[in-house]
């Protein structure tokens, strides 16, 4: 089964960037969608943004829309999340994992995903 690991969380402050990744070990995600979600302290798992396999294809979460970025390398096996013009709000541990429903469309709802990450943890200070 895929394993995936995120990296590049951390402190920033508010207006400024940063960039997670998450890379996949023991097998490929290359016929996978992959997505990023977060989740804040008491609060239920959100969902951020996801990429279909080819990379033609991305959905964002209302919040995140016009500020974050999903790409990905599937010579890397890698999926990136660039995060500008942070908030706050923002404060989360993120998330990736692989979206296999087989579904044609790109799926926003986490029951559809699996082999997740263990989290990298942002928070955004204002």
């Known amino acids: 089964q895929v394993q995936l690991e995120e990296s590049g969380g951390g402190l920033a402050q508010a207006g400024g960037s940063l960039r997670l990744s998450c890379a996949a070990s023991?097998?490929?995600?290359?016929?996978?969608?992959l997505g990023w979600f977060r989740q804040a302290p008491g609060d239920e798992r959100e969902f951020v943004a996801t990429?279909?396999?080819?990379?033609?294809?991305?959905e964002y979460g209302d919040s995140v829309k016009g500020r974050f970025t999903i790409s990905r390398d599937n010579a890397k096996n890698t999926v990136y999340l660039q995060m500008n013009s942070l908030r706050p709000e923002d404060t989360a541990v993120y998330y990736c994992?692989?979206?296999?429903?087989?579904?044609?469309?790109?799926?926003?709802?986490?029951?559809?995903?699996?082999?997740w990450g263990q989290g990298t943890r942002v928070t955004v200070s204002s």
């Open positions: 023991g097998g490929t995600v290359s016929g996978y969608a």
């Open positions: 994992a692989a979206d296999t429903s087989s579904n044609p469309w790109l799926e926003m709802d986490s029951k559809y995903y699996t082999s």
């Open positions: 990429i279909s396999w080819g990379g033609g294809s991305t």
